[in-house]
């Protein structure tokens, strides 16, 4: 089984790259991950929210795998998010993920229905158990926050060696850490809170803007381990002004125009997410380079080079 103390530093939930008609685009995430490589990332997280995870039929979300693990090697480790809201669907998911060579595997909890914390740990032990990669339990509220009491129940199987923490309640790291102990890994995924959840005691951090600004994400880690705390809230404080204005224009397709615009096209989302007209792209674009000029940003080459090419 994979060791979790080398999964640490910036991952990024890695975005998923499709062309028009809603067609997975394998050249296109090849040239996402290899740009991403070519920063000093810890490793990848691939099909989860971000991921459009479940938007995606099995096919394509195999194929982000099996494209992405091809190019990575053993260059970084690679976490995979298997989760879907049926256990089989979901163990199919991770013996793919195994096959492929993935470091570990990651899932939400059952979802849609209620689910009890007997149901969710059953799923857990299920999954977990049909592999030999270490499970990291995936919480975000999205898909259902796994309450204290049964994080410490799900810290009890074999397999499940950690947590994607995707909340703001970092306090709850430190209870994480110290309750069940420095050997269960967590991962915070609050990119707004990266500083915060490092602070903390997080082992590394997995989010979505690291697709397009991972530099900044970087600098915090970096400042974090030396203690200069200035340092990481100047580059959080910078970090978040992109994060809000994304936030506020329709997310995911936005995250991906700002690859296009960097001539790093990923493509565009799928549906039913908005996909911006030319006139939103015109107006998000001025905004955005508004935002960097305003706030100095600079040493991210994504917004660097939007700010040379448009």
């Known amino acids: 089984m994979c060791d979790l103390d080398s999964v640490h530093g910036v991952i990024p939930a890695m975005i998923s790259c499709f062309d028009d008609e809603g067609r997975f685009?394998?050249?296109?995430?090849?040239?996402?991950?290899?740009?991403?490589?070519?920063?000093?990332i810890g490793g990848l997280y691939l099909t989860g929210s971000t991921g459009e995870a479940f938007l995606m039929e099995e096919s394509a979300r195999k194929a982000v795998v099996e494209t992405v693990m091809d190019e990575v090697g053993d260059k970084v480790p690679v976490i995979v998010h298997v989760g879907d809201i049926g256990t089989a669907k979901t163990i199919d998911y991770a013996k793919h993920a195994q096959a492929m060579g993935a470091s570990a595997?990651?899932?939400?909890?059952?979802?849609?229905?209620?689910?009890?914390?007997?149901?969710?740990?059953?799923?857990?032990?299920?999954v977990s158990s049909a592999v030999s990669l270490p499970m990291i339990v995936y919480n975000i509220a999205l898909a259902g926050i796994v309450d204290f009491g049964t994080i410490k129940q799900l810290s009890g199987l074999e397999h499940v060696k950690g947590i994607k923490y995707t909340a703001t309640t970092h306090h709850e790291i430190l209870r994480i850490k110290d309750e069940i102990g420095d050997d269960f890994k967590v991962?915070?995924?609050?990119d707004e809170m990266a500083m915060g959840g490092l602070a903390f005691g997080a082992d590394g951090i997995i989010g979505s803007f690291y697709n397009v600004i991972p530099e900044l994400f970087i600098t915090i880690?970096?400042?974090?381990?030396?203690?200069?705390?200035?340092?990481?809230?100047?580059a959080q404080k910078k970090a978040n002004v992109i994060i809000y204005y994304v936030l506020a224009n329709h997310f995911f397709d936005?995250?991906?125009?700002?690859?296009?615009?960097?001539?790093l096209g990923s493509g565009t989302v799928l549906k039913p997410f908005y996909r911006?007209?030319?006139?939103?792209e015109i107006?998000?674009?001025?905004?955005?380079?508004?935002i960097i000029r305003k706030y100095d940003i600079t040493g991210c080459e994504v917004l660097d080079r939007i700010m040379e090419r448009n």
């Open 25 to 40: 685009d394998q050249q296109a995430q090849r040239r996402l991950t290899r740009f991403l490589l070519s920063k000093n």
């Open 105 to 126: 595997i990651s899932s939400v909890p059952p979802f849609y229905w209620k689910f009890s914390s007997d149901e969710i740990l059953g799923y857990y032990s299920d």
């Open 187 to 190: 991962y915070s995924g609050a």
């Open 221 to 234: 880690v970096s400042a974090i381990e030396r203690n200069d705390i200035p340092a990481a809230r100047e």
């Open 254 to 263: 936005t995250l991906k125009a700002m690859l296009n615009w960097a001539g």
């Open 276 to 280: 911006l007209s030319a006139d939103d």
């Open 283 to 290: 107006k998000i674009k001025a905004g955005l380079k508004d």
